[in-house]
């Protein structure tokens, strides 16, 4: 039984942290398109259009009911095959493409929660006062709802970030995708997805923590 070979995991950290930066711009675009796309999303679940809603409900159950891994083999390698214009399509935006879609289906529901528990006495309030609809939205109902699903949005993002690392079977030479390159040249398979494992934690750990933070500053208003 062999050891670990410390020195090769030391020379392999600097090598994959230079990959990171990609990794966050994935997750980070994915997060900005998925937090737009399940907004819409979640003012028509709350306000119903009648033509729209079946057609969300139908993109939510979709999203939700199929593994990400399958929905990024369906940007990359299906649809191309169906559409000829994205032919052209790189594993990248497939990736983002994929997490955007994937994780708006669930945050679309976590935000309508949030929409929905706001207490109603603050609609009929903003209602009194003559506001539209839009207004009462933008001004009164989403900044509340905001600070009830910020911490679930958080984990959401750490979730996004995770599944960056399914990106390198579209092709895409992100972190995992480089431990994946230097563990078959070395064959020290064990280091170095041990060394993508430990950047994984420290990142979702500095995540978790700036989570906390937020959730002690959204709160201090509420606090007796």
């Known amino acids: 039984m062999r050891g670990l070979d410390l020195d090769y995991m030391l ?23 998925a937090l737009i796309l399940a907004s819409l ?7 119903r259009v009648a033509w729209l809603d079946w057609l969300v409900v139908l993109f939510i159950s979709f999203f939700r009911g199929t593994p990400l891994l399958v929905q990024l083999f369906l940007f990359y390698y299906g649809l191309p095959q ?10 990248v935006t497939a990736a983002v493409m994929g997490l955007t879609l994937h994780f708006a289906a669930y945050m679309a529901e976590t935000i309508r929660a949030a929409i929905t528990g706001v207490d109603r006495s603050q609609w009929e309030a903003a209602q009194s006062i003559g506001m539209t609809q839009t207004q009462m939205m933008r001004r009164v109902i989403l900044p509340q709802a905001a600070r009830v699903a910020a911490p679930t949005l958080v ?14 079977t579209l092709g895409v030479t992100e972190m995992m995708g480089a431990a994946q390159k230097e563990a078959a040249g070395s064959f020290l ?7 993508v494992a430990i950047i994984y934690w420290v ?17 201090k208003a509420y606090a007796r």
Not at 82 to 87: E, G, I, K, Q, Y
Not at 189 to 195: G, H, K, N, P, S
């Open 203 to 219: 990142m979702v750990e500095c995540l978790s923590q700036a989570q906390k933070q937020l959730e002690t500053r959204l709160n």
């Open 155 to 168: 984990n959401y993002f750490i979730d996004m970030i995770k599944g960056t690392s399914l990106a390198f």
């Open 41 to 47: 999303m979640a003012v028509e679940r709350v306000f």
């Open 189 to 195: 398979y064990f280091e170095a997805f041990l060394v």
């Open 11 to 33: 020379g392999l950290f600097p090598v994959i942290f230079g990959y990171v930066p990609l990794t966050l711009a994935m997750a980070a675009a994915g997060m900005v398109f």
């Open 82 to 91: 169906v559409l000829s214009f994205l032919t052209r399509i790189d594993g």
